[in-house]
């Protein structure tokens, strides 16, 4: 049974940094390419970053290059998202997924975690 478990949320100030960390179970997770999305309030599910199973291949949103980063340690068989600089925009439900079922950045992955909410105040 895989399992995907997000954790790192919270309530934070604009300008204060964030690490999530996704620990997965079941996953080869050393071929799995894994992403993080997130969902705001009233809005669609949305793209941030991607990692490919090697780490070599790092794919991330343009609008959020330089702010977010996206790494894995295949050991734990986790990954993470680092986020600075973190804006109230950035507020939203953040999820990891494993395993595209089509193209990295449109959500529909194989596996999904549950989320964790994060809360930037301004």
């Known amino acids: 049974q895989v399992q995907l478990v997000e954790s790192g949320g919270g309530l934070v100030e604009a300008g204060d940094s964030l690490r999530l960390s996704c620990a997965t179970s079941?996953?080869?997770?050393?071929?799995?390419?894994m992403a993080w999305f997130r969902q705001a309030p009233d809005k669609e599910r949305e793209f941030v970053a991607a990692i490919s199973g090697d780490g070599k291949g790092i794919y991330y949103v343009r609008s959020m290059k330089g702010r977010f980063t996206i790494s894995r340690d295949n050991a734990r068989s986790t990954e993470y998202l680092e986020a600075k600089d973190l804006k109230p925009e950035d507020t939203a439900v953040y999820y990891c997924a494993a395993e595209p079922m089509g193209d990295y950045y449109v959500p529909d992955y194989k596996y999904w975690g549950q989320g964790t909410q994060v809360t930037v105040s301004s």
């Open positions: 079941g996953l080869t997770f050393s071929k799995s390419l």
